[in-house]
């Protein structure tokens, strides 16, 4: 019996239109919920694989020797596993020589990926390493050595055929050269070239790939053995341009859902509201009528429940289409078709709608089974729909929907607490602006009894109010990171961000080239030395604590972009030491004031560490992890990097300075640029997306805290009408009260989504705070046009019925 | 004569067809008269009374209220006949929850503009005998001191007649019977013509004229 009248009792309310706010704002946070959270699994998913790809593998080793299956157990043999070796050459064709950074690799590279490769005939993948005998080379190299399909080339002692030019490899993090000229060789024929010698510098990388277990068993073995200068690499540690600019991209989504998820959720919890509030006779029926509360509370759990699939298929069906929207964006930057989302979207959007029936939904009906049956005899028995208990249910939904989405509980209780904190001060406030009201109702006129109407219904203005503000606010909070975060993101890449990077300049090159630069009208960054070498921790008996490579400089001046976090810059007034970066002082525990030592080949620098920075990697221009004070290395000989901007039409300079500094390597980062630049603004068409639902979301959000107050005015404006108030008189105080709530509350919204921009430019995303005026502009138009125009609809639609339809 | 009313028709769509609400009703009062409108649920009252009232409009016939035509007025001409020619009693009191007992009674004056609305009110509160309830609000009053509110209220704005639909019906037969005593009392104090539709037939009998509606016709 309970089924089927749950059954007629919801196509009942679907039918009458009642529950539509309900399920459109269930069904737009479902969407948007599902939508971005299926978007972020795919993309997380893409970027680990890429990541996988761009490593080579899922683990890799880097050592100085290549014995390292000498040194290691027996674990590696079930994982696949490739060994190179990597160093830098000249390479001498019949006419040309060129530096190239050189890869020899054993017969079972590559362990992930395919590479694309070009011969005399075809473009083809393939899975093989070059054959004894040959070479592959990109096509720079190839150019520049003026080389054809077939022709022989040295290095070394070694002849060689080159057969293969290389278009893509998916190992591309390897080397210390990585952006040089590149060339991949049999490393069996490594011996013949008689290049590697004791002493020479040459490193070699081993690959692994397999089962997380085994993986683990390798890197836990790898830790025991690994030696001074060794390095182990895994997955998770994406610091590429694009990784990074995927991974804000993300935020930014997440920002938007969770905004769009709050707003609907205040929708629901006020349709809720309507829902008990239009059933308590019903309920007081059933129960005189002898239904038992358990009962009762069945119907109305079956009612939800059919709420909750049905808004749930549509929801999903929605998000599904809007995730393939946004994966259509972005899927032209990823090389392969971008992998099939996992469960946990749907885990996520599953809870969203759980918490929101839970929080906003669930409370609202336990209030409404206890009321009396009496209330069916005696209509003036209170029915207190505000309640602790429906309060502190709405505030622990509130807060487990910020849990969810930020999975940081410090984080969710501070945005908590603020929210909340600012609503009861805003509500309060508000309450007290509004102040007393006078005799009477004030229908004299329009605008007496606009402003009668605002100060009587105080309590009820006051949470409309904070309805509209919250809509506002956040809406202008996604706009604006639609617009300002990402135009500030945007516009940290300036136009004329360095695209070229030289390496490898002499000291006897550094003048000439600059001379060169000159004359090109070619503005350098900064010449910067550099020199490869480890960065030893000491503890009191001078041990080795941590070792590592680095490609360290050093000069007098902070670089721009980078800050420091603690001590203090280098100074002429006292002793300097070093200066590192946030992430290698947390990755190595080294902290102010830890003693160190350099060692730059067979001299050792003791030192100290003097300040950490934090460094601005999106910068595109020359980063190091560590910086010197120039007087520590004055005997040290090093080579120079440089960064410019060469515009498009002086692109041939770039080669024309790689012939005239044969040493020097020369390399384009216009690609990488153009790549970021073009994913911010496939972002921001993805934003703008997530936009118009929020904006839908907060309409429906004013609609529906609108529309709950209208029913009291309905009957008012009967009543009024029956003792002869003008339709202009309820329609025009109606208009100017709306107008006057709706001015407050996008004064407030601006002032919230303010507060909101500047708690997420430093919090979240670490940028320089700004103020956007236009947000105090948009904020006062919007709540005025959205809120009265609102008004003017519902209104319309009171006064122009007639006093009999209007008491029915 | 206040009110004339010749062969008014009420249809409303329902269904397939349309159900007949009113059929040929007639009707005239003079000023100052009392008239009941009688008859069982469902035949009509308080439609006739809506429409008498200008509440709402008939499909066909004609109503001349204080000789003006009624039936061919528009909703804003008939609001504006309302605020200065009719008062009205409504059985479930319609009182705005939101205003003090006062300011209820207050309100027509204040939609006439009159410039003591307050001083007018306190006079038809004090008559109905609620002058120390004047501060309270209508959730504060019993039923039959609400229903004393509406009661001042329709007097409060001077109208040449009162239309009271079910005054008595949601009250105790003791409470019923003082605004009953009220009504007619204060009607007559006042000179206004009163129309009531009621069921009970004391009440009716009280009146000066009495017609019975059976299925929307007069009988």
Redesign the interface.
Known sequence: MIFKLSIRLFLREVKSGYLTSMLVSLILAITIVSGISLFTDRLEKALNSETEEFLGGKLKFESNNNDLFERINESYKDSQHTEMALFASVIFSDDEMQLSSIKAVDDSYPIIGELELKNSSKIYSTTKSPEKGTVWMDERLRNLLSLSYGDEVFIGDASLIFTDTIIYEPDRASGNLAFAPKTIMNISDLEKTQIIQPGSRVEYNYLFSGSEETINAIKENLEQIKQSGEEIESLGEDTSSLGRAIERSENFFLLGGLIAVLLSACTIGIASQRFTRRHISYVAILKTLGMKTVHIRSLYFLIFLYTTILTLFIGISFGWILQNSFINLLASYFPTELPNPGFYPLIVTCLTAFICQMGFIYPHILKLLSISPMKVLKD?ISFNQQSISVLLAGLLAFYALLYLYTEQPILSFIIFAGVTGLSIIGIGSIYLLLGSNG??????SSVKLAFSELR??RVGNSFQIFAFTVAIGLTLITFSASQNLLGSWQNSIPADSPNNFAINITKEDKESMEVFLKENSIEPTQFFPVVNASLNKLNGNDENLSERNFNITWIGDLPAQNEIIEGSWFSDTSENGISLSDEISERYSLKLGDEVTIRVESKVIKTFIQSIRTVNWDSFSPNFFVIGHPSLFEDIPSTFITSFYIPTEKQDKAAEMMRKFRTVSVFSIEELIKQVKEIISQVTKALNSILFLTCLSSLFLAFSALQDGFS?RR??S??????????N?IKNSSLIEFSLLGLISGILGALLSSVGVYFIETQVFETTPNLYLEMWILGPIIGLVIVSGLCFYLIKGVVKK????L?N | MILNVNNLRKEVPSGDGRLIILDDVSLSLNDGESLAITGPSGSGKSTLLSLLAGLDTATSGEIFLDDLALHKMNEEERTALRKEKVGFVFQSFELLPSLTALENVMLPSELKSEKSPETNAKNFLERVGLKNRQDHYPNQLSGGEQQRVAIARAFACSAKILFADEPTGNLDPRNGEIIADLLFEVNSETDNALVIVTHDQELADRCDKTINLKLGKVI
């Open positions: 003036s005799l009477g109702l004030g229908a004299t009587r219904r009291t009957h008012q009967a009543i009024l009408r029956t003792l002869g108030a003008q339709h008189l007639s006093p009999k339809e008491f």
